[in-house]
């Protein structure tokens, strides 16, 4: 059985969902932020030395860092999700699936940290925000181009992107101005699969 520990209102959320459109089962444990620092618990790092969420044991194996999880579901679940057959598809689902975390998430991250910062937060997230544009307006024309990140079908590469784009929607200046991104951020929710992940993760302020 596959054990998520899970931390609220995280990147974490994406494994429930995966494992919910894999249809595998699962156990959560759940861990709540510090409600000061927004750090997460020191407990977690008894399970992994980094201390961060995700992070999935299976039949005693640790895996931590989201692409990695999300790479070792597809690979149990006999390649559901995972690279599609066309090339052009599967040379674009493996640029998502690492494009996500290694050029998405950095900025819209630190955009969130200066805004904490009292005072100097102000202009420094006004200079962070057209960083965050290049790559909103990238995932926009391709999503204008095709109904997924990879092709025509959902794919791991989705579930990866699901999180900067919200991320995006609640902190980095994503609105109906881009309407191809919004559009297929609200077929994600309206997925059961998603829904079903939400209601067994608790709190997560993104969707
Ligand atoms: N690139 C890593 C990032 C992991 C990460 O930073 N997770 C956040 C959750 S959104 C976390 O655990 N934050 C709490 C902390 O750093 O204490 C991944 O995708 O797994």
Partial sequence: MIIVH??????SQR???MLEELGLPYEIKRYERDKATMLAPPELKKVHPLGKSPVIEDDGQVVAETGAIVEYLVDKADGK???PANRADALRYRFWLHYAEGSMMPPLLLKLVLAR????????TKKIQPMIDVHLDYVESELSQRPWFAGVEMTAADIMMSFP???ARSRGGLNESRPATIAWLAKVH?????QAGLKKGGPYAYA
Avoid: F
């Avoid at 910062?117 to 420094?124: D, S, T, V």
């Fill in 15 to 17: 494994i429930l969902w």
């Fill in 81 to 83: 999700l995972g690279a």
């Fill in 165 to 167: 784009v919200e991320a």
């Fill in 190 to 194: 309206a997925r059961p699969a998603y």
């Fill in 117 to 124: 910062i009292p005072i100097l937060g102000k202009a420094a």
């Fill in 6 to 11: 899970h931390l609220e209102n995280s990147r």
